[in-house]
C-alpha cells in the first residue's frame, strides 16, 4: 500500500514539475530559432554591387543589429541570425565606399516578415539600388 501511494505522490509530483516548466517556457522565454539568408544587391543594368553595408536587425531593436556584413564581388552578402518567432526583419543597405563601385547608390531599407517563411526556408532577397 505505502508503494502505490508512493508511486502517485511521484506521479503527482511529476506531472506538476512537467506542467510548471512547460508554462514557464511559453510565458517567460520564447523560443529562438537560426535563420540563414542572403541579399544579393544589382544596379538598374543588373550588374552586381559589392561593397555595400548590409545591417539586418529587428525592426524595435536597431540600436543592437544582428548582424552586419558587406557584399562580395557578386553582389552578395550572406547571414545567419538568431531570433525568436514574434522578429521580423531590417534590412539596411548602404553604398559606403562612394563611387568606387560602379557609383554611388541611394540607400534602401527591407522590412520582413519572418512568420511567412518556414524554419528551415531561407531569406533570400534580391535587390536593385538606384544611383544618387
Keep these: 500500500m505505502r508503494r502505490i501511494i508512493f508511486l502517485f505522490k511521484a506521479a ?3 506531472s506538476f ?3 510548471f516548466s512547460a508554462c ?3 510565458m517567460y522565454g520564447v523560443p529562438f530559432k537560426y535563420k540563414n539568408g542572403s541579399v544579393t544587391v544589382t544596379n538598374g543594368n543588373g550588374i552586381p554591387i559589392h561593397g555595400l553595408s ?3 536587425s529587428d525592426p524595435a531593436m536597431l540600436d543592437d543589429p544582428f548582424t552586419h556584413v558587406m557584399t562580395d564581388m557578386d553582389g552578395r ?3 545567419i541570425i538568431e531570433l525568436d518567432y514574434l522578429s ?3 534590412i539596411d543597405i548602404e553604398d559606403i565606399d562612394g563611387p568606387q563601385n560602379l557609383g554611388e547608390f541611394q540607400p534602401e531599407t527591407i522590412f520582413i516578415d519572418t ?4 524554419d528551415n ?3 533570400d532577397i534580391d535587390i536593385s539600388l538606384e544611383e544618387e
Excluded at 512568420?115 to 518556414?118: A, I, P, Q, R, S
Design 17 to 19: 514539475l512537467l506542467l
Design 54 to 56: 548590409v545591417m539586418v
Design 121 to 123: 526556408e531561407s531569406i
Design 77 to 79: 552578402a550572406d547571414f
Design 24 to 26: 514557464m517556457t511559453v
Design 12 to 14: 503527482a509530483v511529476g
Design 88 to 90: 521580423d526583419l531590417q
Design 115 to 118: 512568420g511567412v517563411y518556414e
